[in-house]
């Protein structure tokens, strides 16, 4: 339908192949050493039985080797960073309960012990972390401050008569809050506060600090809190920690970028102090980056539970015949999951390209500062738009399997309620895309100063074009393509790939150009009034972002289907691709019509294209769901054992009845819309 | 800003007046009678703590008066089926759980036994039910048919020899499903099977049958099964039934309109089968009714918690100042926030529309078809749009609230958890606004005959305009104001109101029209697949209807504004309209843009006046949530008073810092934008 040859049957293990990608030996060893019923999620439980179940899981899973790639082999890691992110994905499409538990252990605390501290504290503590023996915390975020981390209120102020540090919350809304492992199992802290010596003020650093003794009571001025009951992660222990004046040794201040001497002298080879805080920051990446990859596993497991249901699940009669019609074979249906299977694929195909990134760039022997401010920008950007994806995914998937997605039993209402946070944690999915827009707008250059009053906006116009011009992948593949496009394109066929790519550049360029030109503007005439300059574009910057994001997405899975060597697969990644640039195109259709991209008879054909796509793309759902390769036992939902058995039950009673001359139920058809109120 | 005068400030009580509505008296007393911390959520409650509770809670109610309104007052309610709507919106504001349960007695099962048995049966058991002496359950779907209720797979069988009924459930998929009051407390269902008698099906009838004996055991022949933890709504003892030809007497079918004599013979006033049927469910439209109002009130909380929060809450310094900024301020919140608070706005007056539409529809003496279709279709519509609404907008205020939002104690959670399965039950919302649609092709006549093949796109293409052109609410206002309209409107404002009502109802109408034309081509061309008739134009056809709903929407708000006798109110309420207007074809740009129905340059046009507008309301955001009058027990979340609170200690403190000559830490600026990892 679409003119091109049509789709040949795909093995899902050749897609599956190209989805695993550089870490296929990490998600292979996941699903052959963790893929069993023991590490599913179990539904129902109460908060106090997910939070000792998954403590449990937790220890067993420190024996297994699966958790400790990122850190050095002298500890018993790998020195694998993005090895880390593919097994923290799998461990997402178990039970993301056990995902975040393990992720605020090995990632945030680990992780930061790991970056942040030196020799010494990496030799006292990484042992017993690896192994668990030794749970702790990440302590953050303030109750009054989240995404603004810099305005921390925890103090910790050295004293040289005693060498130690006075940590101390100075009022509620500087107690640490959402901490995961603190309401229970936490010994020690990683704990953020404003580092105070010698009378000055450093910035925040990072500082070790027991929070329960060896039988698990609060140690001395430390107030726990327990975070409660939550909308979902039930087995994770999230806590509130407030300090009184409580001691800190001199040698507990993890002192990588920032040492303080016996004397209370303050020394750093940075000497910013915005500048080392995110640099000590920058060196966290490897969370933001597991986040995102594993909200989109968590759609995953959504779209393998609603498109298999919707291959078996029947309602409405066709007209004329005897038979129901399969779910999936409503177009609305189709409308539904398969835009969003279509961008699974895609950001899939992106976060595999930021984790390698992310790997390279952390291994690299000299830092390269343009290249961690572009790994930053791009971990933020696809942590937001895959959290918001799968929440958003999940919650189509719950309402395309009816009543049964309602049921804790068919997975979805705890996938749901686990992902939700997701656009929240590792940074609030708003200030991520304002950081996006903001790396665009310097051009990376010194992409965490300030931009206050906004008087820079000349040097930001110099700096646009060089940046949103660089290609994020398969660099010469997309050039050839964009520039095989002609410039009058009206009669380029919209499943022409450089025509997708220039769709999505020009886009990007095109707003990219107007936030510069309004911000300019707004500078020359606000002077007054320097938060409006900023404020009155808001919405602007933020599109500047979310298209350079779709932008990077589409490139990273042209450069995927690149990679297949399965040529039947290659064509049904091919097709996908095509879905996933139509459907955005489509989505933002205002856009390109107003900005004379699209005239409306090319935005008339969109759709029936799109339609199209859908049409050709059905048979293949299932394959495209089974090449995620999750591990059934993961799956964990009763429909997809049950439905397929209830229809066959129906399906031979119906026949029977008609074999006995008694005919069934008489068909309504698929165009009649008979609906049953709620019970 | 928007060339208009300046908005005075307002009274929330004059536009909660307005709100308030036809059955202001109702809701009045519910918040005098209910408005404890009694009726209040409880938070990170077990299921079995909530169902419990629940269950008390509601045989309390039933002792209130609140629940019997709809009831005849002969047996101790008042004839008011409006006054019962609004007296659940009211307990939906409170908790989801309570109000599906008091749904389920009251408006289900109680209502059924109401509309569709004879004298007898409301006098044997209409007491009991008020009273909630016998709580029951509304068994109509069932695990393989819930949308396409017409073929529910349980019989139920006469025997003249014993004059008795045999129900049989035959498979696993006509098992009755998701049955609330079913998993713990229900004595009796009202279930509906295939009636066969004499040898021949009869359709779908309602029998009463005890399901549970006084000392709550299972009676003879029924299984009962539970449905388990859901995703929320856990006070709800939803469950399932089977049937081991379990006998009912011949006076327990609820006979109004189908009775058989004791011989066997089957009589009816309703020849049709379908129609019969159809008929029945119609009866029941209360349900939906109260269903679509319910999830707007949970919208309702939801925005009244992120706009208090929103408007302490600060996060950033504004540059150059010592303060932070106050999140409501930024753009982007306010672009999430205002869109969503203006078409709840919309949404409650089109609910109060329905509401005394059904009201009058009901009590008429004499039945009136093409009213009681046209109250079907915008139930059905209504019903979609407000639960579609209330799942987004709670959604919404979740993230806006941050970490703080997915906490239990700050409510938003389980709102979040309870509202999903709104777009489901009473209808899957999707199949409700094919509904709809179905209405506006067949112009309302013969709304539930089968439209097999389409062959009769034809006398659907004559019908359309008169339909369409049809007013809801006031007709001779709004024709004044489209009139008044140049039909050159590139300089009309955009805040004028007969613009916008214009520009929706042209939409409706082209989408109709081209609807028409498709199917009537597909007719022509698709004879040999009458499923891709259909099929193949589903998405265009679900366009049109929400286009319908939204002009009927739009009426509504007009029409309430014409009420609002405080003259600031109604200026505000103007704003709002204004922006639900404006809003609604900013988010179809694509398509107005696409039928010349705006220019590029209007459409740029459009983006300013919207977000002036959003400047415009930000000082009446506050005034708008409290307008809602909910008690402020049931808000019941904790960071409205803790949030204030802290934000107050957090200011001295600084204050306190500034005094003493320690400034305290330096202020990062809104443009910068540190963001904190997770924990």
Not at 18 to 36: K, S
Not at 220 to 237: E, F, N, Y
Not at 294 to 313: C, F, M, P, Q, T
Request: with cysteine; glycine share 8%; proline share 4%.
């Amino acid at each position: 339908m679409t003119g091109s040859p049509a789709l040949q049957p795909v093995d899902p293990r050749a897609v599956q192949q190209v989805l695993d990608g550089r870490w296929a030996h990490v998600r292979q060893d996941a699903r052959e050493m963790l893929g069993t019923p023991e590490y599913a999620v179990v539904h129902g439980e109460s908060m106090t039985e997910a939070r000792a179940r998954i403590s449990a899981l937790t220890a067993k899973l420190a024996a297994t080797g699966q958790v400790g790639l990122a850190f050095p082999a002298a500890y018993g890691g790998s020195d694998d960073a993005g090895g880390s992110v593919a097994a923290i994905e799998m461990l997402a499409l178990a039970d993301l309960s056990l995902m975040v538990k393990a992720g605020v252990q090995w990632g945030l605390f680990g992780g930061a012990v790991q970056a942040l501290g030196n020799q010494r504290q990496h030799d006292a503590y990484l042992p017993a972390i690896l192994s668990f023996d030794l749970p702790g915390c990440f302590a953050m975020t303030e109750t009054g401050h989240g995404s603004d981390v810099q305005q921390l209120r925890t103090t910790c102020t050295y004293d040289p008569a005693t060498q130690t540090f006075d940590l101390h919350t100075p009022h509620a809304a500087a107690r640490k809050d959402y901490i995961g492992n603190a309401a229970q199992d936490g010994r020690m802290a990683v704990v953020f506060a404003q580092l105070v010596t010698q009378g000055q003020g450093r910035g925040v650093h990072a500082f070790l600090v027991p929070i329960r003794d060896a039988d698990g009571s609060p140690m001395p001025g430390v107030t726990i809190g327990d975070d409660g009951s939550k909308a979902g992660l039930l087995g994770v222990d999230n806590g509130r920690l407030s300090f009184d004046h409580v001691p800190v040794p001199r040698d507990m201040l993890l002192d990588r970028y920032g040492q303080v001497a016996a004397d209370g002298t303050y020394s750093s080879s940075i000497e910013n102090e915005s500048r080392r805080f995110f640099t000590m920051l920058g060196t966290l990446v490897r969370g933001r980056v597991s986040v995102g990859g594993s909200a989109s596993s968590a759609a995953k497991v959504a779209l393998e539970i609603a498109v298999r249901y919707g291959d078996v699940r029947r309602q409405f009669a066709a007209p004329g015949e005897d038979r129901e019609v399969v779910v999936n074979d409503y177009l609305v249906h189709q409308r539904k999951l398969l835009p969003a299977l279509a961008r699974t694929y895609a950001l899939a195909f992106a976060q595999e390209e930021l984790t390698s990134t992310m790997h390279d760039v952390l291994i690299a022997e000299e830092p390269d500062d343009a290249a961690q401010r572009e790994l930053e920008s791009r971990a933020a950007g696809l942590k937001a738009v895959q959290t918001w994806h799968a929440t958003a995914t999940v919650q189509l998937c719950r309402e395309a399997c009816g009543g049964a997605g309602y049921l804790a039993e068919n997975r979805l209402p705890g996938l749901r309620a686990d992902v939700d946070v997701f656009t929240t944690f590792e940074g609030d999915n708003t200030v991520l895309m304002q950081l996006v827009a903001k790396g665009l707008l310097t051009g990376y250059r010194d992409a965490f100063g300030s931009l206050d009053g906004w008087g820079r906006a000349q040097f930001v116009a110099d700096q646009v074009r060089e940046t949103v011009l660089e290609r994020t992948a398969a660099r010469g593949l997309i050039q050839r393509l964009v520039d095989a496009v002609p410039r009058r394109d009206e009669d380029t066929s919209m499943l022409d790939r450089g025509w997708q790519l220039r769709a999505f550049e020009d886009r990007e360029q095109h707003l990219l150009d107007g936030a510069v030109k309004r911000l300019r503007k707004n500078a020359a005439t606000k002077r007054d009034r320097p938060f409006d300059v900023f404020n009155d574009v808001q919405d602007h910057v933020l599109a500047t972002a979310q298209a350079h994001v779709d932008r990077v997405v589409l490139e990273a899975f042209v450069a995927g289907i690149e990679r297949t060597p399965d040529p039947a697969a290659k064509a049904l990644l091919g097709r996908v691709c095509d879905l996933y640039a139509l459907t955005t195109i489509e989505a933002e259709k205002g856009w390109f019509l107003q900005h004379g991209r699209l005239t409306p008879a090319r935005a008339k054909t969109l759709t029936s294209v799109v339609n199209d796509l859908l049409r050709e793309l059905r048979p293949h759902m299932r394959t495209l769901v089974d090449a995620f390769g999750t591990p059934e036992p993961w799956l964990n939902a009763a429909l997809l054992t049950e439905e397929p058995a209830r229809q066959a039950e129906m399906a031979a009673h119906d026949a029977a009845l008609r074999r006995a001359g008694t005919e069934p139920q008489q068909a309504a058809t698929a165009t009649d819309l008979a609906v049953a109120p709620a019970q």
